[in-house]
């Protein structure tokens, strides 16, 4: 097929994980995709991988003259034609005791999943359709959720923030795109093995050690990093995201749980308090409490002694 009958994607976040599993299936399904990563190696890796249906972008989602300039790459390549979508991929997590997190670090969360995904978005809207003359049928917007989207557990409050307001931003876009017939779809994965459990692993939990959650911000980092190291493959949601793409009516949501569907049901059935005290018993915020409220007691007998 010729580069100008492929329908052409944009990809952000592709250098590794459910970005390079996306990329790999829509490559082998005759897309022309643009890939977007942070370093220049990485682009120089992907193009060597995927070939000729394989076109890099360098840019951060924080940047924005960087994603000015990319939009502009990508339309001088489609020459008139329409996006058929935008893959919204790139993102992080930052993770710890909110009364803890720095809140640089709650700053860059946001910019990159919730600020840098609009950023993106407003770039290459106009290449979907977002525009009053458009000889073509409209592109779609499949932005990456998570499970963590819909539902927070102890320590993942920064993140789960960032996921909630991309929602809450998906919502928005599909209502607001509809006049131009551009649809959002909003992946919703679980836990998926990718190389994000090894920076998770290494992540530097150490400033969390000297309060009171340090002991069981060691537990719930080893929990997350065991199940996602056991979790099923990026190519899961690569489907997903494809299916978001093409389908003819594909769902506003599309859930990918994997293992992580007893967890996802499970906090759907559960009534929250008693959901709360489950975390706290699994996780050890109840020896928190407990040792609080018995050094307080100490205190207080001290206090009234003699």
Excluded at 76 to 82: F, S, V
Excluded at 138 to 167: C, D, H, Q, T
Excluded at 177 to 187: D, K, N, R, S, T
Aim: proline content about 6%; aromatic content about 6%.
């Amino acid at each position: 097929m010729s580069e100008g009958a492929k329908r052409a994607v944009v990809v952000t976040g592709a250098s590794t994980g459910i970005g390079e599993a996306c990329v790999r299936l829509l490559v082998e399904k005759d897309f022309l995709v643009f890939g977007s990563v942070r370093m220049a190696d990485d682009a120089e890796r992907l193009k060597a991988q995927f070939g000729e249906n394989y076109a890099p972008l360098v840019f951060d989602v924080t940047d924005g003259d960087a994603v000015a300039r990319a939009a502009v790459t990508v339309e001088d390549r489609l020459q008139g034609r329409t996006l058929a979508g935008l893959v919204n991929n790139a993102g992080m997590a930052v993770a710890g005791p909110l009364l803890h997190v720095p809140i640089e670090e709650l700053r860059r969360q946001l910019e990159i999943n919730v600020i840098g995904q609009l950023r993106v978005t407003q770039a290459f809207a106009p290449l979907l359709g977002a525009r009053a003359s458009q000889g073509e049928p409209p592109g779609r917007i499949v932005n990456m959720s998570s499970v963590a989207g819909r539902m927070v557990g102890p320590l993942m409050g920064p993140y789960s923030a960032s996921k909630f307001a991309l929602e809450a931003m998906s919502d928005a876009l599909r209502r607001e795109l509809a006049v131009y017939g551009i649809a959002v779809v909003v992946i919703e994965p679980g836990m998926i093995a990718t190389p994000i459990w090894d920076k998770a692993e290494s992540a530097a939990f150490d400033a969390f050690d000297p309060t009171i959650y340090g002991p069981a911000a060691r537990r719930v980092q080893k929990w997350a990093v065991d199940q996602g190291r056991t979790a099923v493959g990026p190519a899961v949601v690569a489907e997903a995201v494809h299916r978001a793409l093409v389908g003819s009516r594909p769902p506003l949501r599309i859930l990918v749980l994997g293992n992580s569907a007893l967890h996802y049901y499970a906090q759907l059935l559960v009534p929250p308090r008693l959901m709360d005290w489950l975390m706290a018993r699994h996780f050890g915020f109840d020896k928190i409490r407990r040792t609080l409220v018995s050094s307080r007691a100490a205190k207080k007998e001290v206090t009234q002694w003699p």
